[in-house]
């Protein structure tokens, strides 16, 4: 009995320690597990097959080269030019304009007409006879003095736009006629409708030709108007 009680106590301190020795085993073993196994084959293929990496900073420039940045071009003023601004000048226009008439003229004849006269540019003018309102006859100046015969009412025209009108007087040529202010006509026929007189002072000279083709003409001679007509008739007054 007493043998069996002392073996009990040495098994018990066997089992005791072995539990204690596979308590040491296990933070042995866990600490050289799988990740440790990783590392290390990281680090062997590290050694193995070096990575060349890329330098991220430029390499420092060798002694005695400049590493000024090369020099850029100075940015060019953005500043806006005034431009003058010119006016055109306006060209003239091409197109005549008509010279506005001067007011017209009216005339009261010997026989109850009118005469209404306007300018019809290079200082010459036309007159219209009007009786009630119709338009009798028509007298323009051409660079001389007009004339009209009228229903045995003479009129004339001047170059400076007066109108002269007398009743009666007048003489058929061919002939020779004395006229008032003391002048005398020399009526010759030319043509049929066309007769011409010539106007002689007191020493018979000749000192204006009236010539009556196809139509009536007037003068004036020292304050006298004169008519000759396309058929030969011839008056005077003053």
Not at 11 to 19: E, F, H, K, N, Y
Not at 79 to 99: D, G, L, Q
Not at 123 to 145: C, F, H
Not at 191 to 197: I, K, S, T, V
Request: net charge neutral.
């Amino acid at each position: 009995m007493s043998r069996k009680a002392t073996r009990r106590p040495t098994t018990v301190r066997t089992l005791a320690g072995a539990i204690l020795t596979v308590a040491l085993i296990v933070p042995v073993a866990t600490a050289c597990g799988p990740d440790s196994d990783a590392s290390a084959t990281a680090s062997g293929t590290a050694s193995a097959a070096p990575v060349a990496t890329v330098p991220t900073t430029a390499p420092p420039a060798p002694a005695g080269t400049a590493t000024t940045a090369p020099p850029t071009a100075a940015p060019v003023p953005t500043t806006a030019v005034a431009t003058p601004t010119t006016t055109k000048p306006t060209t003239p226009s091409t197109t005549p304009t008509a010279k506005p008439k001067s007011p017209g003229r009216s005339y009261p004849l010997v026989d109850g007409s009118t005469a209404e006269v306007q300018p019809v540019g290079n200082q010459n003018y036309t007159a219209r006879i009007l009786s009630r309102g119709s338009v009798l006859a028509t007298l323009e100046t051409k660079d001389a003095d007009a004339g009209l015969d009228a229903n045995d009412m003479f009129v004339v025209l001047s170059v400076d736009g007066t109108v002269h009108s007398w009743m009666g007087g007048a003489h058929q040529g061919p002939g020779t006629f004395k006229l008032a202010g003391g002048w005398t006509a020399k009526v010759t026929k030319v043509g049929e409708l066309h007769y011409r007189a010539q106007i002689l002072g007191l020493d018979n000279a000749v000192n204006d030709t009236l010539d009556a083709d196809q139509h009536d003409t007037g003068a004036v001679a020292n304050g006298v108007y004169i008519v000759l007509t396309a058929g030969g008739r011839i008056s005077a007054h003053m």
